[in-house]
């Protein structure tokens, strides 16, 4: 851990170091920087002069961001303490990462945790989670999946059917699917989409960061009822639409 940090102040006294163009005072020395991970309830970082010591704050979704990433972060934050421009290169970086699916998916899940008690259970009202990835894995994985943490989600959110998180090694499914109105089938296909997270990292390629990289693909599209559950999702975002056309 001190290591790590000692790396993140670097980063951070390196952007100064740039950004201040040499001038003493806009320069610290990484032992004054002081670098953490916080919880934030979504995508938010800060940074704080106080005493002549930079105090940072970076969202803890950012942990397991690449080092590019990072080092862009630490860019955008130091010209804002400077009031500088940033770099338009390390804006892009930011933001291509930042506005990746999986980012803004974890950012709102985040959101809607945080700040309740999290009481987590993989045993919903109708299916329960352990059966189903038990059975996929039997069926798809050879049983050598080592099984993550599984969780339906606080909320009934709609939007976001199924979530992986890499860095806390879960699988979050929306409470919306625990009903009885929809098949178990569909179930099966969102965790099994999730499961295919587990197996196939994000890969970077060409500089660009890929959640769904081929093989994924390949093996998603040979999913038995991958068309069938295709269709499902259709009707359902269909659905939504029509509610909020009529809501509004
Ligand atoms: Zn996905």
Redesign the pocket.
């Known amino acids: 851990m001190p290591q790590q940090n000692l790396h993140l102040q670097r980063v951070f006294s390196d952007a100064f170091r740039q950004l201040g163009r040499g001038r003493r005072r806009l320069t610290p020395d990484a032992n004054q920087i002081e670098v953490r991970f916080y919880p934030y309830a979504g995508l938010h970082h800060t940074i704080r002069l106080r005493a002549g010591r930079v105090y940072v704050r970076l969202s803890d979704l950012f942990r397991t961001a690449p080092p590019e990433v990072i080092r862009a972060l630490a860019f955008l934050l130091v010209a804002r303490l400077l009031s500088r421009k940033a770099p338009r290169t390390e804006e892009q970086i930011y933001r291509s990462y930042a506005l990746s699916?999986?980012l803004l998916r974890a950012s709102d899940l985040v959101r809607r945790q945080r700040g309740r008690k999290v009481v987590s259970s993989s045993r919903g009202q109708v299916y329960d989670l352990k059966r189903i990835f038990a059975r996929l894995n039997r069926r798809y994985f050879e049983n050598e999946m080592p099984r993550p943490v599984l969780t339906w989600s606080q909320r009934r959110a709609r939007s976001i059917l199924?979530h992986?998180d890499a860095a806390h090694d879960t699988i979050t499914i929306s409470k919306a699917l625990d009903s009885r109105e929809v098949p178990e089938w569909f179930v099966e296909y969102i965790v099994f989409?999730?499961m295919?997270?587990v197996k196939h990292p994000a890969r970077i390629m060409n500089g660009r960061r890929y959640?769904?990289p081929p093989a994924f693909r390949t093996e998603e599209r040979a999913y038995p009822r991958y068309q069938q559950a295709q269709d499902w999702l259709d009707r359902v975002v269909r659905k939504r639409h029509e509610l909020r056309a009529r809501a509004a």
Request: charged share 10%.
């Open positions: 699916p999986q199924g992986h989409h999730e295919l997270h959640y769904h």
